[in-house]
């Protein structure tokens, strides 16, 4: 079965930047590849409830939640089966627990947190 890894959370001030990873293996992907699967990052700040981040289907097309266009990008690299999430100018609000999340088929639409696979997560923390 598919697993998923997050790395690269940590503690920044405003207007800093992190590059999150995530590891994919298993399943799906030990057989097929990253590029076979649907793959998204979201997130969740204490008290709140999960939040669509951004999302990568197949054929590379990304979608992103309106508060983060221009500040965070979404990538993903074949050769080695890792996701990636760049952010930058980063915000107070960006504070929240980090999560890749997988899934075979296509979800409608790519932000709504119905995906099979889940890591278990990468705290970023950014301070003002």
């Known amino acids: 079965q598919v697993q998923l890894v997050e790395s690269g959370g940590g503690s920044v001030q405003a207007g800093g930047s992190l590059r999150l990873s995530c590891t994919a293996s298993?399943?799906?992907?030990?057989?097929?590849?990253?590029?076979?699967?649907?793959m998204a990052w979201f997130r969740q700040a204490p008290g709140k409830e999960r939040e669509g981040v951004a999302s990568?289907?197949?054929?590379?097309?990304?979608t992103y939640a309106d508060s983060v266009k221009g500040r965070m990008t979404i990538s993903r690299n074949n050769a080695n089966n890792n996701l990636y999430l760049q952010l930058d100018s980063l915000k107070p609000e960006d504070t929240a627990m980090y999560f890749c999340?997988?899934?075979?088929?296509?979800?409608?639409?790519?932000?709504?947190?119905?995906?099979?696979?889940w890591g278990q997560g990468t705290q970023v923390t950014v301070s003002s």
């Open positions: 999340a997988a899934d075979p088929t296509k979800r409608t639409p790519p932000l709504l947190p119905g995906y099979r696979v």
């Open positions: 298993g399943g799906t992907i030990r057989m097929f590849g990253i590029s076979a699967v649907y």
């Open positions: 990568i289907d197949r054929d590379g097309t990304t």
